[in-house]
């Protein structure tokens, strides 16, 4: 007789799995755990007369003796661990958060961000992204987080209400995309502009963020027999719906609108499924006038979104200034009222 048991062993690999991320996860846990009482030990000894900084040096020579193979308890490292303390210690909100992520990226957004809110901004996109070394270092140096604050996220109701701010960090679509890693010449057109994207769709993945899952390019839709393409479509679980992308070389035109809602009717009388919300499109230019995106959508529920993008990494001071400018404007504005 046949045997026709089919041994599949899924369910074991899962929970092998999941237990060894469950114990890594407390093993992280556990370490940054450590890091913080040292640095909170450290930094109420120094602040102690009796003390001072020469309980640094003691504490050095003593971990090499008692504890040799632990690494990253020389100076420079209980140094870092006494910063790590002090920096979170009065944000009862963000403290909790900083053992969910590696000591690797939490020094990195010690390191490379100024305020806390950047610093917590970029904790829980670790969080909720799992970002590796690479990744964090990318977001931080593109300036992400002041690109995040700067989008007005002025979009249609229907997408303000699927997004919200309940999935922050991570659920704005930008005004300004860095797309560097393209690395395309001076002169490329949009087929160029799309083929690069596609082979570094990895990268482009991280810059619009992980949510976005890639459907296909050149996506056909056939209306009244006729074939029309969609550069680049994608699936954003947050959002629950299909996003569309059309790719422009050149400076936003208003014409733009009405293609991409041809686009978006399409796909939602013949993709859309019952659970999902409406299609979103997103108008990828490489520059845009603020008063003409105005007045092309003054007049439209378009579910569309128009960013522009740049090829080169914007200066991060630029973006920090242009943030204060703005910030202190409202600020100002409050105080008036």
């Not at 977001?139 to 209400?161: C, E, P, V, W």
């Not at 740049?310 to 100002?332: A, G, P, Q, R």
Request: with cysteine; hydrophobic share 35%; aromatic share 12%.
């Amino acid at each position: 007789m046949s045997n026709n048991l089919d041994f599949n062993f899924n369910e074991i690999i899962n929970m092998i799995e999941t237990r060894r991320n469950n114990a890594y996860k407390k093993v992280n846990e556990e370490l940054i755990s450590l890091y913080w009482d040292f640095g909170k030990y450290i930094s109420e000894k120094v602040e102690d007369s009796n003390w001072g900084e020469k309980i640094v040096d003691k504490l050095e020579e003593f971990m090499k003796r008692e504890y040799p193979t632990m690494k990253g308890f020389n100076k420079r490292g209980i140094y870092r661990m006494k910063q790590f303390y002090e920096t979170y210690k009065n944000y009862p909100i963000v403290s909790p958060l900083v053992t969910q992520i590696s000591w690797t990226n939490n020094l990195m957004i010690l390191s490379m961000t100024k305020t806390i809110e950047e610093k917590e901004f970029y904790i829980r996109m670790c969080i909720k992204n799992n970002y590796s070394k690479r990744e964090l270092d990318r977001q931080i140096s593109s300036g992400y987080f002041h690109r995040y604050m700067l989008s007005d996220g002025k979009a249609n109701q229907s997408l303000t209400k699927a997004t919200g701010e309940e999935d922050y960090p991570n659920t704005r679509i930008l005004d300004t995309y860095s797309l560097e890693f393209l690395d395309l010449p001076n002169n490329y057109s949009e087929k160029d502009l799309k083929k690069a994207i596609i082979s570094n769709m990895k990268d482009f993945i991280l810059e619009i963020g992980k949510d976005f899952t890639f459907v296909g390019e050149e996506y056909r839709v056939q209306v009244g027999g006729q074939d029309f393409f969609i550069d680049l479509l994608f699936y954003n679980r947050a959002l629950s719906c299909l996003v569309a992308f059309e790719l422009k070389i050149g400076d936003f035109m208003p014409e733009y609108i009405s293609k991409m809602d041809f686009y978006l009717e399409a796909l939602d009388r013949q993709e859309k499924k019952e659970n999902e919300n409406p299609s979103v499109g997103i108008i990828l230019c490489s520059g845009k006038n603020e008063q003409v995106v105005e007045y092309a959508m003054s007049r439209t529920m378009s579910p569309t979104m128009v960013s522009q993008y740049t090829l080169k990494l914007i200066d991060k001071k630029l973006l920090e200034n242009k943030l204060k400018e703005i910030s202190d404007m409202v600020e100002e504005n409050n105080n008036k009222k």
